[in-house]
């Protein structure tokens, strides 16, 4: 993860600065956003790798893993793109939608795509853009920034080096008391992953990952009807359910 540490006066934990310096994605070449792509790298839970690629290259893993098998050149049919870090093979399904949906709306919100002409944005940004004030999306945007800071931070430590929270991004967004952990309007922060997760883009169909969030007063949101109905509301419509997960 390219950041450097600075040593807070006030006695907080380090706090961990994204280089502003340009960075080509090993994957397209392609420079990376240093408040999207650069501030949310994936979560490859492999000690030391540090992969990282932009967030097209990631859509693009994404939108591939939906495919059933391929043939490839020489006739085999095992050919299959699954949620796997390029570098080490880490598996990236719990984490990488979140990821993304991390990286759009720190685009939107702090990286100049609320000043773009609509014109200048893809057709899952302006979906983004006309529902980030949501409160669903901000409950869910907020859970995947704690879930992400979380992450490192236990992997840091783990690791041997010092805790830090991230800067620069989303981490640092002001969260409403509900959404505190503890509070009576809040959401458990001992759920596991499985009882969450938000498709960044539903253009494919509707992800079996997406769960609206699980309320600590209420029960996870089964009923297919409405999840339906919310992933239209958040997201606009899909043109139907896709071919599923890798």
């Not at 309007?185 to 992800?207: F, I, K, N, P, R």
Request: hydrophobic fraction near 30%; aromatic fraction near 4%.
């Amino acid at each position: 993860m390219p950041s450097t540490v600075e040593e807070k006066k006030d006695g907080d934990p380090p706090v961990s600065s994204f280089e502003e310096e340009d960075q080509d994605c090993p994957i397209c070449l392609d420079s990376m956003h240093p408040r999207s792509d650069l501030a949310h790298p994936l979560q490859c839970a492999s000690s030391h790798c540090n992969f990282n690629m932009c967030a097209t290259c990631v859509e693009s893993l994404i939108t591939s893993s939906n495919d059933d098998f391929q043939e490839a050149s020489d006739g085999n049919r095992h050919v299959k793109v699954y949620l796997h870090c390029p570098n080490c093979r880490s598996d990236l399904g719990p984490t990488i939608r979140e990821t993304l949906l991390l990286r759009k709306a720190d685009f939107l919100l702090l990286g100049g795509g609320a000043d773009m002409d609509e014109a200048e944005l893809t057709s899952s940004q302006l979906r983004l853009k006309g529902v980030i004030d949501d409160e669903d999306v901000v409950k869910a945007i907020a859970a995947a920034r704690k879930r992400e800071g979380d992450f490192f931070r236990n992997k840091l430590s783990t690791e041997g080096g010092p805790g830090v929270r991230l800067e620069g991004s989303l981490h640092d967004a002001e969260v409403s008391d509900g959404e505190e952990e503890g509070g009576e309007e809040g959401y458990s922060s001992d759920e596991s992953v499985d009882e969450w997760g938000v498709e960044a883009d539903l253009a494919v169909g509707v992800h079996k990952s997406f769960r609206m969030p699980k309320h600590r007063t209420g029960p996870l949101l089964t009923d297919q009807d409405a999840l339906e109905e919310s992933t239209h509301s958040l997201f606009g419509p899909g043109p139907g359910p896709g071919p599923g997960p890798g």
